[in-house]
């Protein structure tokens, strides 16, 4: 029996992806549990196992690291044996994509076609997409389907709504701010936080390293994605911490990068109750020189071309293996642009006026939260992360040698090590 191999969601966030590579070609032998293709997102490689062992029979989607392609797009077919009848076109025409898993704790319905049992016809849509219309009073009839075989996605069904949100806290201006959070699994709650000019992508790859066992949120903070963007002058870290503090109920750990590291360890300052432990990547301190003036091109550039911003980044963001290796450069400059394509410039100034401003002037030895620290040997952005380790009273430090800034790009597999190593800890103290 034909087994079809599709464009899998890896992580939360991703709703497209590219072929990179297929390590069989068609008519070869693979195992179950080999490596059958490289498929790449907007953060990273995954390598993808065969899901039985066969024969490939058809490849419908070649190798394009230029071509995104949406999660359940049809990509090849495994037969059983090689002489097995099969018709390429036939197959095609007849598969149609499985469900995906529901996000968070929601109870999704699973889509199909047909009719109900009334003999009305259902619409075929993602159990995402179901569960989100639901939840926002948005009816499904009549929304065009933009997944395979015109499916509604969630994606569909957020361009019907006004806003999809989460409510935040209260900042000091009384103001009411709604943060886009995403969120799966089930388990101990993990809050995640992105850096500056980014969004919650960035840990697509780190989360889907770490596995099960967690419910983890990932943040879009103020202006990114479907946040609401106070207009402010000032984006200041309290207040971006305060924000984050509106969206919790009980002690989280909380995993920031950069910027996010920053809102972490101000939260914890702000709201130790509601802190479990911190686990900071590369995390931002005190601004340098060297990081205003990168900051002050970022800003510079973010209303051009994304691809040039993208160029002049790279040599700050990563550490000196990264830029050697050709193949790795290559495509942190193809999928760079796309993400930093979604912060609006506006929004940048508030964030960079924001970082200039701060200043970690707190009570270090009242931080007694479980904490990890990891930083990479060659960061030129942020040097310091072995100095913030020391002032915190319980906190491990891991520097990852030969590695710069952008940690979640250059060692994600690392990083969710040092993650289970980190709550593992955090859970027996």
Request: net charge negative; proline share 9%.
């Amino acid at each position: 029996m034909p087994v079809p191999v599709a464009m899998p969601k890896l992580g939360m966030t991703m709703t497209e992806g590219a072929v990179v590579e297929w390590r069989v070609r068609p008519g070869e032998y693979v195992e179950k549990g080999s490596v059958l293709l490289v498929v790449e997102s907007d953060k990273a490689e995954f390598e993808i196992e065969a899901p039985c062992s066969g024969y490939l029979r058809h490849v419908y989607a070649p190798a394009d690291p230029d071509r995104a392609l949406p999660c359940g797009t049809l990509l090849g077919v495994l037969t059983e044996s090689a002489d097995e009848s099969f018709d390429a076109e036939s197959f095609r025409e007849r598969y149609r994509p499985g469900p995906e898993p529901p996000a968070g704790r929601e109870k999704a319905e699973a889509g199909s076609g047909g009719t109900t049992g009334q003999g009305r016809r259902r619409i075929l849509a993602t159990p995402a997409a179901r569960a989100l219309a639901k939840k926002l009073g948005v009816e499904l009839e009549g929304i065009p389907g933009s997944g395979p075989g015109g499916r509604v996605t969630k994606e569909d069904v957020e361009a019907r709504a006004p806003r999809v949100s989460a409510p935040a806290g209260e900042n000091r201006r009384e103001e009411r701010v709604c943060l886009e959070v995403f969120s799966e699994g089930q388990g101990e709650p993990v809050l995640c936080l992105p850096g500056f000019g980014t969004d919650a992508s960035v840990f697509s790859a780190l989360l889907e390293a770490l596995g099960g066992g967690y419910e983890v949120r990932a943040v879009n903070p103020r202006g990114v994605g479907r946040s609401e963007s106070p207009p402010q002058d000032v984006y200041a870290v309290e207040d971006l911490a305060r924000d984050v503090a509106g969206l919790l109920r009980e002690a989280t750990h909380l995993v920031g990068t950069s910027l996010g590291a920053a809102v972490s360890l101000a939260l914890a300052a702000l709201r130790p109750d509601l802190v479990r432990s911190l686990f900071l990547v590369a995390p931002l301190f005190e601004p340098d020189p060297r990081l205003r003036a990168v900051l002050r091109l970022w800003c510079d550039l973010a209303g051009g071309d994304p691809a040039v911003l993208a160029a002049a980044l790279v040599p700050w963001l990563f550490g000196p293996a990264f830029l050697e290796d050709p193949g790795r450069r290559q495509r942190a400059e193809r999928s760079l642009p796309r993400l930093l394509a979604r912060t609006p410039p506006a929004v940048l100034r508030r964030y960079e006026a924001g970082i200039l401003a701060w200043r970690a002037d707190l009570d270090w030895k009242a931080l007694g939260i479980p904490a990890t620290v990891v930083c990479g040997s060659e960061d030129l952005l942020v040097p310091e992360g072995p100095r913030l380790a020391s002032l915190l009273p319980r906190a491990r430090c891991v520097v990852l040698p030969g590695a710069g800034h952008g940690l979640l790009f250059e060692e994600p597999r690392r990083l969710a090590e040092e993650l289970r190593i980190h709550l593992a800890w955090a859970a027996g103290t």
